[in-house]
């Protein structure tokens, strides 16, 4: 069984039909970006009386091979073209193997199911991982497409690490040769009065709020040759930046330092985007210098 490299996309699959998903969008978006894949199973017998340890263990290995090799022969069914594949099977539980990962690879892939009860581990636990804290997580919806987007979203707020966000949404959209469409939003009035303070009385927000954007985002879009939208509004914010999002594009959004339970506990916009969005969704860290 071949290693991980350390630029390698790190996809977590269970043999469930959304890993296999996630396992294509990852192989495509690898391609673009000059890298390889690697596919990751795990076996887990902590469950296991010991008496029946050395069985159970072989029966479940037995298993993981069988996911990885269904897995490598979906991508050479549907992507041909697709870049090398590595495989690794981690000892213990999966969801924890891939949240290893996050971090050390430059990108860790999950699957989501859209359907009311989702029977993977790792689809029911995508969310968790997406918001852990570190590095880049990527959770791919069952109904999302798995070829070049048309568009990346950006969802830009005021206490994203806008700078290194910007950047990367933008790479993501030259390496797709699509456009950027930025989505900034505000939920309440009262921010919307602290706006008119800080950027000056009597000029309309939105307009302050557009000028200020697109001076950050401009810039670094035209350097690398990448055509922007800018959408500013008022009111919920995932409602807001779902309007701008579908299954034909990819979502890039901020994480936080909060924990991922904390997170849905205050409403966190990340969580609800991870949860509701028909587009891949991208959550993007910031590095640990600038925590």
């Not at 930025?182 to 919307?192: E, G, I, M, S, W």
């Not at 506990?265 to 925590?291: E, N, Q």
Request: glycine content about 6%; overall charge neutral; charged content about 20%.
């Amino acid at each position: 069984m071949s290693t991980m490299s350390g630029n390698d996309i790190v996809v977590g699959v269970d043999g469930s039909p959304a890993s296999l998903h996630a396992a294509l969008w990852a192989a495509r978006t690898a391609t673009r970006h000059g890298q390889d894949v690697t596919l990751l199973s795990a076996v887990d017998d902590s469950d296991v009386r010991p008496s029946r340890r050395e069985e159970e263990l072989v029966s479940r290995t037995a298993h993981a091979r069988d996911v990885l090799r269904t897995t490598t022969a979906h991508l050479d069914h549907v992507y041909p073209g697709h870049p090398s594949l590595r495989s690794e099977i981690a000892p213990g539980d999966l969801v924890a193997a891939v949240r290893d990962r996050v971090g050390a690879a430059p990108m860790v892939v999950v699957g989501r199911n859209v359907q009311h009860i989702e029977r993977s581990t790792l689809g029911a636990t995508a969310t968790r991982l997406a918001l852990a804290g570190r590095g880049v997580t990527v959770v791919v919806p069952a109904i999302a497409i798995t070829d070049t987007p048309h568009h990346v979203v950006l969802a830009l707020s005021d206490e994203d690490h806008q700078d290194d966000l910007v950047r990367y949404a933008v790479e993501e959209a030259r390496l797709a040769g699509c456009p950027l469409r930025v989505v900034h939003a505000v939920q309440t009035p009262a921010l919307v009065h602290a706006l008119y303070e800080d950027w000056g009385a009597g000029e309309p927000w939105k307009s302050v709020a557009s000028s200020r954007i697109s001076a950050m985002v401009t810039p670094v879009a035209a350097r690398a040759g990448v055509h922007t939208f800018l959408y500013v509004a008022e009111g919920p914010v995932a409602d807001k930046v779902l309007s701008q999002v579908s299954t034909k594009d990819v979502l890039v959004v901020g994480g936080r330092h909060h924990h991922p339970a904390t997170a849905r506990a205050l409403g966190s916009v990340a969580d609800r985007l991870l949860r509701r969005s028909p587009g891949t969704v991208i959550v993007v860290h910031p590095s640990r210098r600038d925590r």
